[in-house]
């Protein structure tokens, strides 16, 4: 890359991502997973709630500890339809008459 535009191009380009917190590193892994940890690397510089998810996942399957108990209640605690007084109760019907 002799050009002097394309160096300065690029150089601005990691600029720009070292701007957003983006880092560049070389690992070491297998020729079959290139395509899953590239697409792995661009889902968590999303840094949506999805890719809090994957890394949580991931840390979880990489460290061997089990899922943490009460992960449902929290989540139905965190829920915006936390005190809004819902009656959810139904009348009671008996139903049809079947002929057997």
Same mark, same amino acid.
């Given at each position: 890359?002799?050009?002097?535009?394309?160096?300065?191009?690029?150089?601005?380009?990691?600029?720009?991502?070292?701007?957003?917190?983006?880092?560049?590193?070389?690992?070491?892994? =297998?020729? !079959?997973? $290139?395509?899953?940890?590239?697409?792995? *690397?661009?889902?968590?510089?999303?840094?949506?709630? @999805?890719? &809090?998810?994957?890394?949580?996942?991931?840390?979880?399957?990489?460290?061997?500890?089990?899922?943490?108990?009460?992960?449902? =209640?929290? !989540?139905? $605690?965190?829920?915006?339809?936390?005190? *809004?007084?819902?009656?959810?109760?139904?009348?009671? @019907?008996? &139903?049809?008459?079947?002929?057997?």
């Amino acid at each position: 890359m002799s050009n002097s535009a394309q160096k300065r191009a690029l150089e601005n380009y990691r600029s720009r991502l070292t701007k957003r917190g983006i880092a560049r590193f070389e690992i070491q892994a =297998l020729d !079959a997973d $290139r395509d899953l940890l590239r697409s792995l *690397a661009r889902k968590l510089t999303e840094d949506g709630p @999805e890719a &809090g998810q994957l890394r949580r996942t991931i840390r979880q399957a990489v460290a061997g500890e089990p899922p943490k108990a009460g992960g449902i =209640l929290a !989540a139905l $605690r965190r829920s915006p339809m936390v005190g *809004a007084d819902l009656d959810l109760s139904r009348p009671r @019907e008996e &139903g049809r008459e079947v002929d057997l």
